[in-house]
């Protein structure tokens, strides 16, 4: 399989693999319903509406839709009806959660319910792709949404979660930059330890399936150029798919720069969950939402 190399191609190619059921607990949300809406229309999923009856039948309506084409149960509590959304993807009976109205901590509870929730033994990761500024292909930041300050452990975890959605993308050896401001390992900035480490575990074969470098910056990571003036010979440098943020207020301001300042659209999907699961920001726009139901569909097949 070619890598998908941009979030019109990642669009289509998930249309391929759909309809996958997608369940939206707290369905009450303009934006969420009319990416649910647009991707059945295009053949990505079957919508699965959890919340008040009345209200996501009305809204369905008013954005073009026909309450009659989509399974809707009546759940007005958030909390219930993120409980009731995992309940179904537990059953069988859908294979992606769309966050809706509802706040992310809440869906969060109830994916992490240690009898009832989406565990897999495995940590939970958000991976935000997004178009590469510079080059024709995607790129991912990891992880700006669930894990505020990995240890060395967690940050090995994050990266082979976002490995994985990268070989589901088509990127059969994702190059990894471990992200810091300085590509020297520094006794005043820990983290630098942590991404030498990283890279030295992949050498090692301990994290498998890609090439890692670390630490590394940001220009060094994405930018060819940038990366030969500073006389960088990793194979990664300057070609880097993924972004290892080490907090995930790094992740946060460098995924949502990729909306707000470079323009891009951008998807986004928790790994390590028995499903995906979507938790895109309020503010993000409904094609960004159709492009995480899209990831989220590629993420939830098996790799070919």
């Known amino acids: 399989m070619a890598p998908i190399r941009s979030t019109q191609e990642l669009v289509e190619r998930a249309r391929?693999?759909?309809?996958?059921?997608?369940?939206?607990?707290?369905a009450e949300s303009e934006t969420a319903l009319s990416a649910v809406l647009e991707a059945a229309r295009q053949g990505l999923a079957r919508p699965v509406l959890v919340g008040d009856a009345a209200a996501v039948s009305r809204l369905v309506e008013e954005l073009g839709g026909a309450p009659s084409s989509v399974e809707i149960h009546h759940e007005p509590d958030d909390g219930a009806a993120a409980r009731r959304a995992v309940a179904l993807v537990r059953a069988g009976e859908a294979r992606i959660i769309l966050k809706g109205r509802l706040h992310t901590a809440d869906l969060m509870r109830a994916v992490l319910d240690r009898e009832a929730g989406l565990r897999t033994g495995r940590l939970l990761s958000d991976v935000l792709v997004s178009e590469h500024p510079l080059a024709p292909r995607l790129v991912g930041v990891s992880d700006g949404g669930v894990n505020v300050a990995p240890t060395l452990p967690q940050k090995k975890a994050i990266?082979?979660?976002?490995?994985?959605?990268?070989r589901r993308l088509?990127?059969?050896?994702?190059?990894?930059?471990?992200?810091?401001?300085?590509?020297?390992?520094?006794?005043s900035q820990p983290q630098t330890a942590d991404a030498r480490?990283?890279?030295?575990?992949?050498?090692?074969g301990e994290i498998e399936g890609c090439d890692v470098v670390g630490p590394i910056a940001l220009d060094g990571a994405l930018a060819v150029q940038a990366a030969q003036a500073k006389k960088m010979t990793s194979p990664v440098a300057g070609r880097a798919d993924i972004l290892l943020v080490q907090a995930i207020?790094?992740?946060?301001?460098?995924?949502?720069?990729?909306?707000?300042?470079?323009?891009k659209p951008v998807a986004h999907v928790i790994e390590g969950a028995a499903a995906p699961v979507l938790i895109p920001s309020r503010a993000e726009a409904a094609a960004d939402k159709l492009c995480s139901i899209a990831l989220g569909v590629l993420a939830s097949q098996e790799k070919p």
């Open 159 to 166: 990266l082979e979660n976002a490995v994985r959605v990268f």
């Open 249 to 263: 207020e790094v992740g946060n301001v460098l995924g949502k720069s990729f909306t707000w300042l470079a323009q």
């Open 16 to 26: 391929l693999r759909g309809p996958v059921r997608v369940v939206v607990p707290a």
């Open 170 to 187: 088509g990127v059969e050896r994702p190059k990894v930059a471990v992200l810091c401001a300085v590509e020297t390992v520094e006794a």
């Open 197 to 204: 480490a990283l890279a030295e575990m992949a050498e090692r």
